[in-house]
């Protein structure tokens, strides 16, 4: 129960939505090193699952990413 | 979390790339990772996600329609994400089909490709008699990973070439570590070749190693020289996450936690939170 809540106090608070455009994400979400091959922007992801007739594999981040790859 | 958990698993990636598309995004317009397209995709399926206030989003596998076929715990185990992975790719087969280039390939590409699929027995047939160290050295990697480690020995020990030395010493390092043997452990790693492909997996084992033992310490030292001295990785990644758990304070009701802003995360990693270091547990 208690852990339930520190779970829920660290909970996103999303953001609203701006006017001003998302950042390109290609080279950002490269900077992980796990070694998957991961695919950005969305639209290029999308292109190749429908092309290669495979499921996209989705990660949302709700903690917060940063400069130094943090999430 | 995930990126030092289940993705820093060697199957669970080699699965993923070979059979799924992976994409990642920051649902907050001002993340560094933020993308519009991808965040109005996944709203769409999972209007949850698009509120003031989400939990931990999931893992979302999800067809280029948009429909969300399966889904994982973002503090899934290893385990728990390859069972999703692999129940997804049963349920959805015109999603898991060979590509054209996966038909035309030589027994020991084949076998990678099996491995990848985890398709431990089909890779083995794939091998069939191949007499390569390369085929030796996949023979052994596979008993490895099946716990075979008596078979393992035997089928590394025809690996003649020496470019593999390295991965061998490794691979048999792992008859420790699954046996608790953290002495013969430490002693197997303590001269591994620094330039080696898997120098920062037998540095990482070190750590566990001394860990084991009681060193917490000295386990430190390690994992944060490690981290120090090379270029990120998935064992970087676990040894970060191991830093980070190592030097928790442990009890009931307590969570772990990197905010980022802190110095427990010698990577200034977000979220290290909900589930202990499989590990770092007493085995």
Not at chain 2, 54 to 78: D, F, H, Q
Not at chain 2, 154 to 172: N, Q
Request: aromatic share 8%; net charge positive.
């Amino acid at each position: 129960m208690r852990i339930a809540a520190l779970l829920f106090l660290f909970a996103f608070h999303a953001q609203a939505e701006e006017a001003a455009p998302a950042p390109k994400s290609e080279p950002r979400l490269l900077m992980d090193k796990t070694g998957l091959h991961w695919v950005a922007p969305f639209d290029q992801a999308l292109k190749v699952a429908k092309e290669s007739r495979r499921l996209l594999l989705v990660k949302p981040i709700a903690f917060g990413t940063g400069k130094s790859g943090c999430w | 979390m995930l990126r030092a958990g289940p993705l820093s698993d060697e199957r669970v990636c080699r699965l993923i790339n070979r059979r799924f598309v992976p994409f990642a995004f920051d649902l907050s317009s001002r993340g560094f990772l933020a993308d519009r397209a991808g965040r109005d995709f996944v709203v769409k399926a999972r209007p949850d996600y698009g509120g003031g206030s989400v939990a931990t989003p999931e893992v979302l596998l999800m067809t280029p329609e948009g429909k969300v076929v399966a889904k994982a715990s973002n503090y899934a185990s290893t385990e728990q994400l390859l069972a999703v992975l692999r129940r997804a790719l049963k349920q959805n087969a015109k999603f898991a089909q060979a590509a054209a280039v996966e038909k035309k390939l030589t027994a020991e590409d084949r076998a990678e490709y099996l491995i990848d699929l985890l398709d431990d027995a089909g890779a083995l047939k794939a091998l069939g008699k191949t007499d390569s160290a390369r085929a030796h050295y996949l023979r052994g990697r596979i008993a490895r990973w099946k716990g075979d480690f008596d078979a393992m020995d035997a089928h590394t020990a025809k690996v003649k070439d020496k470019s593999l030395w390295d991965d061998i010493l490794m691979e048999r390092a792992y008859r420790h570590w699954s046996g608790k043997a953290y002495k013969k452990l430490e002693q197997a790693l303590a001269s591994f070749p620094k330039d080696s492909n898997r120098a920062t997996e037998a540095a990482y084992h070190h750590g566990l190693a001394l860990f084991h033992q009681d060193r917490k310490k000295a386990a430190l030292k390690v994992w944060k020289a490690l981290i120090a001295a090379h270029q990120q990785d998935r064992w970087i990644y676990r040894a970060d996450w191991a830093v980070c758990a190592s030097q928790q304070k442990r009890g009931r009701g307590v969570v772990m936690m990197s905010s980022g802003q802190n110095s427990n995360s010698a990577l200034g990693r977000i979220g290290y939170m909900g589930r202990p270091h499989p590990d770092l547990r007493r085995r």
